[in-house]
């Protein structure tokens, strides 16, 4: 008996995360969802976002 190959139907899994930064300039909050908070991070403090790149620099108050 030959098994049918099902690999094609297996999703790698990815974990997301909710977190929420503020600014240390103005003390706005920004709220976004990362696979990998820390490198979000980085990148925001890195002038990567639009949006956040006028507020340098930021740090995280929740994440989950």
């Known amino acids: 008996m030959k098994i049918p190959n099902y690999s094609f139907f297996w999703i790698k899994r990815k974990s997301w995360g909710v977190y929420i930064i503020q600014s240390l300039a103005d003390k706005s909050y920004y709220k976004g969802f990362t696979e990998n908070p820390l490198r ?24 989950e």
């Not at 979000?40 to 994440?63: A, D, M």
């Open 40 to 63: 979000r991070l980085v990148q925001h403090n890195n002038g990567e976002s639009i949006y956040t790149s006028t507020k340098l620099p930021w740090c995280f108050v929740y994440i």
